[in-house]
C-alpha cells in the first residue's frame, strides 16, 4: 500500500462521518473506498473490480466515467459557475425546466429545483400547504403515506417516512402524517386477514385504504398522499394493477394532490422517463433527484401542476422557501448532457428491451435456492425477498436477519465482487439496481454471485 494510500484510508477512518452507517463495523477493518469508476463497475483503493449492481444509490443510469458529463460540468463552471434562483434566472435552469415540463405527463410545467430528493419531497409538502390556504381550505395541511416507504431525512420529509426505526432518535417530527398499507401483494394475506386475493384485489383494497384514512382524517384537512411508482424500502414493492387508477379517482374525489415519489423511479429507472408512463397515471406533483445527472453533480426537483403555480402568478404572494443550490448552473448543464445520452443511446428501450432477461435471471434464483421468497420489481429496480420457509413465506427473527445480512450477506456480496444492498427495512432483501446501461453480461455476472453467496447463506442457517 503506497503513503497516500494510506493516508486516505486513514482519513476515512478518523474523521469522515459515514451516513446510515454502523462505525463499530470498522473498529477493527478498514473502510471500504471506492476510487474509481467505469461503465457498469467501481473499483476499490486497492484496485479490485466489483460490479455496480445498485447504481451507486440508484443513481449512475449513464454509468460510470462518462468524460462528456465532467466537460458539460467544466464548460459551464468556466462560463458561470454559480448564480442563485432567487428573483434570477439563468440560462441552463431555464433550458433544463423547459425540457423536463416536456416530459412530464399531462400538465406539469413548473419546476422547482432543489439539491435532493429529500428536499424536493420538503417542498411538495410546503407546496400542499400553501396552497390550500392560498385557495380557501387552510385546514388541508396534512400527508398520507405508506408504511416502510422511505420519503428522505429532513424534517418533514422524515415526517412522511414509514419506517419508525428511522424516525425514533429525531422526534417530535412534523405533525400531520398518516400511514396505510403498502402495495407488497406477497404478503397480502397476513396484511389484510384475507387470503388468496388476487393482484387487482388486493390493488383495490390498498387503494381503499388510503380513501378509509382520508375519511377518518377529514377530508378537509388531508392535503396530499405521497407514493413511489416502485415503493423502494421493504424490496421493491410494484403497484397491483389498477392501484394507481383508483388512487388517482380517490384524490379527485376528496381534492387531495397525488404526489408521485420519484427519486428512485424517473429517469429511465422503471424503463420510461417518469413512472405514470408505465403505469399509466398522471400526478399532481412529481418530486425526483438521484438519475437526473446520473449522479455527476447534485441535483433534484418539484415538478408542479399548472394549477398549482396559479396562486402565485399574479398579487404579492410567493411561496417562501428556496436552497442556495437549488438548480445551480453546473448541476443544470450535467443534467441536460443526461438527458442527451438517454436519448442518443435509446437508454429507455435499451432498460424496457432487457427487463424479461434480467427478471428472468433473478427469478431463477428459486430453482435451487430455497432461501428465495419472492422476486419483485420493474425495469432496472428489483428486489429478492429472502425466507426460512417458502411454502409458509415464515420470515426472519431479528436476531436471525441480523446475522443473516450485517453478518454475512452485505460483506460477502461484497467479498464476491457485487455491490448491491442487503436490507432488512421491512422483511430482508436484496436490492438490485444496476445502472441503465447494463446488459446480459452484467445479469449473468449478478446471478452468478447471488446463486454463489445464497447457497452458503442457506448453509449456514
Not at 1 to 9: A, G, I, N, R, S
Not at 135 to 149: D, E, M, N, T, Y
Not at 360 to 372: C, G, Q, Y
Amino acid at each position: 500500500m503506497t503513503q497516500p494510500e494510506h493516508d486516505v484510508l486513514k482519513a476515512a477512518q478518523d474523521n469522515l462521518w459515514l451516513h446510515f452507517t454502523r462505525h463499530s463495523s470498522y473498529q477493527k477493518s478498514e473502510v471500504p473506498t471506492i476510487v474509481r469508476g467505469e461503465g457498469s463497475y467501481i473499483y476499490d483503493i486497492h484496485g479490485k473490480r466489483y460490479l455496480d449492481g445498485l447504481a451507486g444509490l440508484f443513481v449512475v443510469q449513464v454509468g460510470h466515467g462518462r468524460g462528456e458529463l465532467a466537460e458539460a460540468a467544466a464548460k459551464q463552471a468556466q462560463e458561470l459557475a454559480f448564480f442563485p434562483l432567487w428573483s434570477y434566472a439563468h440560462p441552463k435552469a431555464a433550458e433544463l425546466a423547459q425540457r423536463l415540463a416536456s416530459l412530464t405527463p399531462g400538465d406539469l410545467n413548473r419546476v422547482f429545483f432543489t439539491t435532493s430528493g429529500s428536499e424536493a419531497v420538503e417542498s411538495a409538502w410546503k407546496l400542499a400547504k400553501q396552497y390550500y390556504k392560498l385557495i380557501g381550505k387552510p385546514l388541508k395541511h396534512k400527508v398520507i403515506s405508506r408504511q416502510i416507504a422511505y420519503h428522505g431525512t429532513t424534517q418533514g420529509a422524515l415526517s412522511i417516512t414509514g419506517i419508525p426505526a428511522f424516525k425514533q432518535m429525531f422526534e417530535p417530527l412534523v405533525p400531520g402524517s398518516v400511514r396505510v398499507p403498502n402495495t407488497n401483494h406477497y404478503r397480502a394475506d397476513e396484511t389484510t386477514g384475507v387470503p388468496g386475493m388476487t393482484p387487482e384485489e388486493y390493488g383495490y383494497w390498498a387503494a381503499e385504504r388510503v380513501a378509509r384514512a382520508i375519511e377518518m382524517e377529514g377530508p378537509d384537512t388531508v392535503a396530499a398522499v405521497f407514493a413511489e411508482p416502485v415503493q423502494n424500502a421493504g424490496g421493491c414493492f410494484p403497484p397491483p394493477p389498477g392501484y394507481w387508477q383508483r388512487l388517482r379517482e380517490i384524490c379527485d374525489e376528496y381534492d387531495v394532490l397525488l404526489v408521485s415519489d420519484e427519486v428512485i423511479c424517473a429517469f429511465g429507472r422503471l424503463g420510461t422517463m417518469f413512472g405514470g408512463e408505465k403505469f399509466d397515471y398522471v400526478p399532481d406533483i412529481i418530486t425526483c433527484a438521484k438519475g437526473m445527472t446520473s449522479g455527476y453533480s447534485p441535483i433534484g426537483a418539484m415538478i408542479a401542476h399548472d394549477r398549482l403555480f396559479e396562486p402565485f402568478k399574479n398579487g404579492d404572494e410567493i411561496f417562501a422557501h428556496g436552497y442556495t443550490f437549488g438548480g445551480h448552473p453546473v448541476s443544470a448543464a450535467v443534467a441536460l448532457a443526461n438527458l442527451d445520452i438517454f436519448e442518443r443511446e435509446d437508454l429507455l428501450g435499451h432498460v424496457t428491451r432487457n427487463e424479461p432477461l434480467f427478471r428472468a435471471t433473478l427469478e431463477s434464483l428459486k430453482d435451487d435456492l430455497p432461501i428465495v421468497g419472492d422476486v419483485r420489481g420493474s425495469g432496472y429496480f428489483w428486489g429478492i425477498e429472502l425466507v426460512k420457509d417458502r411454502d409458509t413465506k415464515e420470515t426472519f427473527n431479528a436476531e436471525e436477519s441480523e446475522r443473516l445480512l450485517r453478518g454475512f450477506l452485505s460483506q460477502a456480496l461484497f467479498d464476491a465482487g457485487l455491490y448491491c444492498r442487503a436490507d432488512d427495512r421491512g422483511d430482508p432483501v436484496i436490492q438490485l439496481a444496476p445502472p441503465l446501461i447494463a446488459g446480459p453480461r452484467e445479469f449473468e455476472e449478478i446471478g452468478g454471485i447471488l446463486r454463489s453467496v445464497l447457497k452458503e447463506a442457506w448453509a449456514r442457517l
